[in-house]
Structures are given as C-alpha cells and as structure tokens.
C-alpha cells in the first residue's frame, strides 16, 4: 500500500482535466497552416514527396483526408509555406472541410441535428471496428478509457456488442476481408445510429488507397456523420469532434 501511495505521488495528476485547451509537445502534428506566399517557379517538391498525394498545387492546399501528418511536406517546401501547428481540434462533419488552404485558420464539425442530440446528447455508446489498419488508430482509441482521458465522463463509452452500441467507429482501409464485416455489424446496431471514420486509412484509403485489396462499398452506400483526420488521430481530437457535434460542454 505505502508503494503504491509513492507512486501515486511521484506520477502526480495525470487526468487532463480541460480537454478543450490541453497543451500537447510542440513536436505534435496537428493543423497544417499555408502561408499567403507564392511558390518558387515549376517548384512542386512537396507534392512530389507526399506518399499521399495529399497535397495538390497552384494553390497549394492539403486534403486532410489523405494527409499522414508526415513532416515530408514542410521540411522540404524551400518557401516555408507549409507548417504544422499542434492544433488537434480537426474533425468535421462533411469531406470539403477536410480541405486546407491558406483561408483555413480552424476547423470543426457543424452542431448535429436536433434529433441526434436528443438521442445522444447524453449516453453515446460506440462500437469500434477494426477494419485492415495497423493498430495505430486502435491503440489510440483505446486510450480514450484511461485515466489521462477518460472518455466515459462525458457519457462516450465504446461496447463490446453492436447491439448494444449507437454507431459504429471505423478504423483502417476496409479490406476485401472485412468488408462483409462491417455491413454485419452496422446491421446490428439499432436505429437510430451514427458512422464516423477515425483516421487517414479510414476516411480515404491513406497509403492503401491504389490497392485492389480494399472494398470502400459501404462508405458509398451509407451517409458518414464525422470524420476524424490523422496517422493516426489523437486521442483528444476524437473527444472534441464529438463534444463539437454533440454540442456539449
């Protein structure tokens, strides 16, 4: 007990108890920023090295759902015009805002509708499937329910049956093997129920975007609520996009 009382004391507050302003390590990739500058002449080195093609030019703007928040892209523009900020609030609720040009100062989802803040505002039940990826986006998902995070004290709790969930969370590319899946356990959830997309390889394809081994039917055929950007997402732009969506405080 006197061990554990020590340590306890020597690891200090853990909780991140204002998750709206945390302060995340400088060396963090969040929101890119475009300076107002134009490029040197025929220079298209950023584009050339994104592993992407996230980044598309005259104007220079970064598709966010692409985007693997690698350096690549500002260490080598001799301009300077590409930077990442440590700025982690980046879900949004539709594809276009996903798109960052030199106008783009902040992003963030729209307030849901009525009805889904009804059903939801309060109790949000989710069930995460693990569609391909690499356990990236997994392994930040699950630190949504430790002590740093904690998740469950704004009603937001992943379940481990659909039948018990609201929607369902999506990570990975969705491969040939799971795609059949995914339409099995987004049956299970009963209505009304919601989709979001955690993660580059979720919400485009990300490096797996060219293979023929993925099958991205089911986005095709199914309205997305929220998209979450990243390689993989931080755990804290999860808990904002949908404390943004939910319109809570």
């Keep these: 007990m006197n061990d554990a009382i020590k340590i306890r004391i020597l690891q200090g507050d853990q909780i991140i108890h204002d998750v709206r302003n945390a302060s995340l390590p400088e060396l963090f990739r969040g ?46 523009c001799p301009e300077k015009i590409i930077h990442f900020t440590n700025n982690y609030h980046t879900a949004v609720d539709r594809t276009e805002k996903l798109i960052v040009t030199k106008e783009t100062k902040s992003i963030s989802p729209e307030k849901s509708s009525e009805k889904i803040r009804k059903y939801f505002g309060k109790s949000l039940k989710l069930r995460q499937i693990s569609a391909g ?53 987004y049956d299970a959830v009963p209505n009304p129920k919601i989709i979001i997309l955690f993660g580059a390889c979720a919400i485009s394809g990300g490096i797996f975007q060219n293979t023929g081994e993925i099958q991205r039917k089911f986005l095709e055929e199914n309205k997305i609520d929220l998209y979450i950007p990243g390689c993989p997402p931080h755990p804290l732009t999860f808990i904002n996009g949908l404390l943004d969506w939910l319109d809570k405080v």
Aim: aromatic share 4%; charged share 20%.
């Design 31 to 76: 929101l890119p920023t475009i300076e107002d500058k134009a490029c040197s002449d025929d220079c298209n080195k950023c584009a050339e090295v994104c592993p992407t093609n996230a980044i598309k030019l005259n104007p220079v703007r970064i598709d966010l759902g692409l985007c693997v928040f690698c350096p690549l892209c500002e260490e080598t």
């Design 133 to 185: 990826g690499c356990n990236g986006c997994e392994l930040e998902l699950n630190a949504l329910s430790n002590v740093s995070f904690d998740m469950g004290r704004y009603g937001i709790e992943f379940v481990a049956s659909p039948r018990h969930a609201d929607g369902i969370v999506i990570t990975g590319p969705i491969t040939q093997n799971m795609s059949k899946a995914i339409d099995i356990c």
